[in-house]
């Protein structure tokens, strides 16, 4: 694949409507008509790939989301934006979908992401095959030219120290056009992992010192907590 | 110096196209004629970069005066301008709240007239939110003029506008047309090796508390269905 970039769109959902509003984004990948008339309109096979799915456990942020991420690169994503707003190569599939799906969701905001070097793919997410229980999601805000200083850091500092606590790294992002912000989302195979890791965060001379830059620099962060997707592919459930 | 008013409606389910359908086929033609207000642009927020289902309009008006005198003959619209009234009343099927900006163009930005007799592209638009640190917007305006547009212009981008807002300190927003959907991705492509632009994009930490860019773009009309 060229160059890889994400998009990730959080999904305001109707209250209790999250699971439904999954599977039916999951379920775009089963669909025979809509896959028949997406070749028709030329769009090709499986050019967004599912990288992520889940939705919000009530423990952190804003309630009830949903976020999913899909891996693709420019090229796709812009030809995919291009036939959204013409006639010519509409994809009519994805088109009855949206509306016929309003009642799952209200609306939602959305990212392009460009990754850290060492933010993992999906191929490799998917071949490790771990247990992923936990999500935590954040968006902070850095001052500007900070951001890849922050996912240095972050690679640095953090990950060694996470992955003491059997915390896996999703990903690590820059934000596309929103030059201040960093997107990263960490895995965790159960609540007591995560809670291990915040109980140590304090005494903890790595994770210590990641915490001393980050209150140093970040501006501002939302975070919130998720589960995975019971249909999800990539978060692998025991 | 013209004056715009910039809307952000959040809309109700399928009915973006609907609404800027509306907007085109009866909403502008009527402003302009009954109070010269032109629309300057009516967009749909390109939802895989920000905040969806969105539709942006931009409304030009010549100047203060022009202005007071297109609001006094709209408003109360009950009272003054009953087709108005009806429009209103049939768009709240489309939409479910908004919010508008009263802004004023630096001098360098381009008006409608100017944008159409030098055939500005319109398809594809770069939106870019920004706010200033306390008292530098016209400062970043001017960096903006003497540094950045000359970066841009190289690289395809077309400033239509640079606005502050005449009412909230700090704040603006600027418009860029772009060629097409190819140059965005060429522009996206570029980003990380343009030693140029990164600079300019960490420079901005001397005016600019934030920037946040998205997409809008203008669909032909009858062709969006969401």
Known sequence: MKQRIYLHEIIYTVPGREEPYMASVTSLHYDPARMAAAEKAGHGKNEYTAFMQFRTAQTAGDFPRVINIWEMNWKVLSRALETQ?????????????????????????????????????????????????????????????????????????????????????????????????????????????????????????????????????????????????????????? | MSVYIHERIDIEGGARGKMIDLIRSRWAPHLERAHGVRLFGAWATVGSTATWPEVRLHWEMDDWAHFARAQEGQHPMEERDVYLTELWNQALDYRKHGHAQLLTA??????????????????????????????????????????????????????????????VPNTGLNLW??????????????????????????????????????????????????
């Not at chain 1, 490790?128 to 890849?148: D, I, K, S, T, Y």
């Not at chain 1, 589960?227 to 978060?235: D, L, M, T, Y």
Request: include cysteine.
């Open chain 2, 106 to 167: 630096a001098p360098f930005s381009l008006d409608r007239a100017a944008a159409r007799a030098q055939g500005v592209p319109g398809e594809v638009i770069l939106h870019e939110d920004v706010r200033s640190l306390p008292g530098r917007m016209a400062n970043y305006h001017e960096a903006l003029r003497a540094q950045f547009l000359p970066l841009a212009e190289k690289r395809g981008m077309r400033l239509l506008g640079a606005y502050s807002h005449a009412l």
């Open chain 1, 85 to 238: 707003f013409q006639d010519k190569g509409r994809d009519t599939g994805m088109e009855e979908w949206w509306n016929r799906n309003l009642h799952l969701r209200r609306g939602g905001y959305d990212r392009v992401l460009i990754p850290a070097d060492y933010s993992p793919d999906g191929p490799t997410l998917s071949q490790r095959a771990n247990r992923r229980e936990v999500f935590m999601h954040e968006v902070v805000w850095l001052p500007f030219g900070e951001p890849e200083r922050y996912l240095a850091e972050m690679e640095q500092k953090l990950l060694p120290a996470t992955a003491q606590f059997g915390i896996e790294l999703i990903g690590a992002y820059r934000v596309a056009m929103r030059p201040r912000q960093v997107l990263t989302v960490f895995a965790a195979p159960d609540w007591s992992k995560f809670a291990q890791l915040l109980a140590a965060t304090p005494d903890d001379p790595d994770l210590h010192t990641w915490q001393n830059y980050r209150n140093r620099t970040v501006m501002c962060s939302e975070d919130l907590m998720g589960v995975p997707a019971r249909h999800n592919a990539n978060s692998v459930r025991r």
């Open chain 2, 177 to 226: 047309a772009l060629r097409g959907w190819e140059h965005w991705q060429e522009l996206m492509q570029a980003e990380s090796s343009d030693r140029e632009m990164r600079a300019w994009t960490e420079g901005q930490r001397e005016w600019l508390e934030d920037s946040d860019a998205f997409l809008v773009v203008q669909p032909p009309c009858g062709t969006l269905h969401t």
